[in-house]
């Protein structure tokens, strides 16, 4: 995505830098991969072997660790091995062609990659904007409504994520991963103490510095408020979209420069999201041009396959992560298109709308250059409430609309049998999103409507409300409630998210409410039903 920070000067020298280029080495075979096979839990936490027993993903060779001897061979050669991965099965190093050379002779070498694009390019002299379009602003309001939801009530209404809370899934069992720039004030604010109280937060890692500094002030408040836009708390003020899911805080997104490590340093933090057993990565970070215009892609790279962070991506979701990017916010540029890896057709990319409905200006427009639809769907992404330190606060972006989206996904998932398909619930999403059949080139198939997939997982397995009807409907006094079952309880809401009324028998007087829309839960036996209510 284009930065707002200005470029660092390097130490390097210009014919230096045009003679040394970032290389990725990938090795023939992993010599240890037995000793994994007799023994999973070596490398991988029981929670993520049960996500790939849940989902039918057999246990692969990309899922042994790297072969440590092969490293310190290539160290052994006078290389600094900072990144390295056990996916992609290789190391990354800065080399020049004699050095490439002799890579490619090792015996246990397959072959070697370089993140070269365009061999005639060389450092920009104009600074490259990161996360153009983020704009983050209000942060000290000093008027804040006093509801449950507050600010964040339209935006989570937009993609219908509400009636999912009223019925019970607010994100709880679920685990995601934020990986971006890093989290100040994520340890100290109190629109984070609600996580932190709770013990929400399972940990991190700074890829970028390779330490456990994640919260460093230093650090840019991107990754923070994305963070908030799905797990922040202010009572009476603002309700993150999945409250109650626990989190992975991981950095890999460096804040001064723009570098291709960038996506090793995603793809290493993808990989230790695996290992503890994540459901969900949310990412709102992307990639097309560099400090290096060596390392710039072109649309045509934007296939989805041709980026290492894209590929990096797809073989997370092929272990049954839910795997969310942002779309990029380049809509008004000449350069226009979704940026990698959201042009990856395993990953589902979200696109940016407004309060009204319409396509965010500054949101990319897809398809991906292979013609995949892209964005998948879209959230609000203009002028979304999030949380920062101990405010409220406001910013724009597909930054935004991406963790939105990404906290209803893991609602979602926490509705639904954990042995469904990720790649079906994906296909699910889109059908019940806005513009289905149809598509726009910056909304893809429209705004997100989480219940209503949700209910269509009932309707598959035929326990929907078919047999309980409420009427009249709308009502002025009194409504009256059938069911083929005993009904236990009715619990009316209002738009705000609050509980108001508790009855538990089949008429309810409703006289003593405002004129309104209310969300009614139903429970009967071993099912609930959300039903709509107007009082007139």
């Known amino acids: 995505m284009r930065k707002i920070f200005t470029i660092l000067s390097v130490s390097f020298s210009l014919i230096a830098t045009a003679q040394t280029e970032l290389v990725f080495v990938f090795f023939k075979d992993k010599p240890n991969k037995a000793a994994f096979y007799s023994n999973p839990l070596s490398e991988l936490t029981q929670k993520s072997l049960d996500r790939r027993t849940n989902l039918g993903i057999p246990l692969m060779d990309q899922d042994a660790p790297i ?93 219908n994520i509400r009636a999912l809370h009223v019925a019970g899934f607010t994100g709880t069992g679920m685990t995601i991963a934020v990986i971006d720039t890093g989290f100040p004030s994520v340890n100290t604010g109190n629109a984070f103490k609600r996580l932190r109280d709770n013990g929400q937060i399972k940990g991190g890692y700074n890829f970028i510095g390779k330490n456990t500094d994640i919260y460093n002030t230093s650090l840019n408040t991107h990754g923070s408020i994305c963070l908030g836009t799905i797990g922040g708390y202010l009572d009476n ?32 933090a993808a990989e230790e999201a695996d290992r503890k057993g994540v459901d969900v990565i949310t990412t709102s970070l992307g990639y097309y041009q560099f400090d290096d215009s060596r ?28 795997v969310t990017f942002a779309a990029g916010n380049e809509g008004n540029n000449d350069w226009h298109y979704i940026i990698t890896p959201a042009d990856n057709t395993k990953v589902f990319t979200i696109g940016a709308v407004t309060s009204q409905g319409s396509s965010s200006s500054f949101s990319s427009y897809g398809p991906n250059s292979a013609g995949a639809t892209k964005p998948d769907g879209s959230a609000r ?75 269509s997982y009932l309707d598959v397995n035929d326990i929907k409300k078919n047999q309980v009807k409420v009427y009249p409907n709308p009502a002025k006094d009194v409504i009256n409630i059938s069911s083929d079952k005993p009904i236990q309880s ?44 107007i009082k007139q």
């Not at 892609?297 to 839910?322: C, H, P, V």
């Not at 049998?417 to 513009?435: F, H, P, V, W």
């Open 490 to 533: 009715v619990e009316i809401y209002d738009v705000l998210g609050r509980l108001i009324k508790t009855e538990t028998k089949n008429n309810v007087n409703i006289s003593q409410l405002s004129k309104g829309n209310y969300l009614l839960k139903i429970k009967t036996g071993d099912q609930q039903i959300i039903e709509k209510l």
């Open 67 to 159: 072969e440590p001897t092969y490293i310190t061979n290539i160290q052994n050669l006078g290389f600094d091995v900072n990144d390295y991965s056990k996916w992609l099965n290789g190391v990354a190093v800065n080399a020049i062609s004699e050095q490439i050379q002799t890579l490619s002779q090792q015996s246990y070498v397959d072959h070697v990659e370089s993140f070269v694009r365009n061999p005639n390019g060389g450092k920009r002299k104009d600074k490259i904007e990161k996360f153009k379009e983020f704009d983050q602003a209000n942060a000290n309001r000093g008027i804040l409504t006093n509801f449950n939801y507050g600010e964040g009530l339209a935006q989570i209404n937009q993609v």
């Open 295 to 322: 390392y710039d892609y072109t649309y045509s790279d934007m296939n989805g396959t041709t980026s290492f962070i894209a590929r990096g991506a797809q073989i997370a979701t092929e272990k049954g992560i839910f």
């Open 381 to 455: 992404g203009s002028e979304v409430y999030t949380v920062y330190g101990n405010q409220v606060t406001q910013a724009s972006g597909t930054s935004l609309a991406n963790p939105l989206a990404a906290g209803g996904v893991a609602c979602l998932l926490q509705s639904l049998s954990k042995n469904i398909s990720r790649d079906e619930i994906k296909t699910k999403l889109r059908q019940n999103a806005s513009l289905y059949p149809n598509t726009s080139p910056q909304m893809g198939y429209g705004i997100l409507n989480f219940y209503k997939t949700y209910q």
């Open 237 to 268: 003020q603002f309700v993150g979209t999945a409250p109650d899911a626990d989190f992975y805080l991981y950095a890999s997104e460096d804040g001064e420069n723009e570098i291709p490590e960038e996506q090793l340093y995603w793809i290493e």
